[in-house]
Nanobody, 122 residues
Framework: QVQLVESGGGLVQAGGSLRLSCAAS????????MAWFRQAPGKEREFVAT????????VYADSVKGRFTITRDNAKNMVYLQMNSLKPEDTAVYYC???????????????WGQGTQVTVSS
């Protein structure tokens, strides 16, 4: 079965950087779009970024545009989220997800990782 495992979260000061990784198994990775979502305490899960099967098309939430970069390595079955200029409002659990197309809507992704905590201190 499909397994997505996130890593790379942690505690960082505002203005710092983190790189999240998501390792995928149990699927033909290059057939699928991949995305990152996040969920802060007491809030709904929200879209962060998505990338199409080839890596040639990406979409970002307005709140992270210019600061975050999503990339993938189909040879390694990996997707990454480089997060720069982090802000306290970026604090959340970050989830990796698999879907058919690179869209923003949660319902279009059918497999999810367990999440990795990102905490940004002010």
């Amino acid at each position: 079965q499909v397994q997505l495992v996130e890593s790379g979260g942690g505690l960082v000061q505002a203005g710092g950087s983190l790189r999240l990784s998501c390792a995928a198994s149990g699927l033909t990775f290059s057939n699928y779009a991949m995305a990152w979502f996040r969920q802060a305490p007491g809030k709904e899960r929200e879209f962060v970024a998505t990338i199409n099967w080839s890596g040639g098309y990406t979409v970002y939430a307005d709140s992270v545009k210019g600061r975050f970069t999503i990339t993938r390595d189909n040879a390694k079955n990996m997707v990454y989220l480089q997060m720069n200029s982090l802000k306290p409002e970026d604090t959340a659990v970050y989830y990796c997800a698999k879907g058919r197309t690179a869209v923003k809507t949660t319902r279009d992704y059918d497999s999810w990782g367990q999440g990795t905590q990102v905490t940004v201190s002010s």
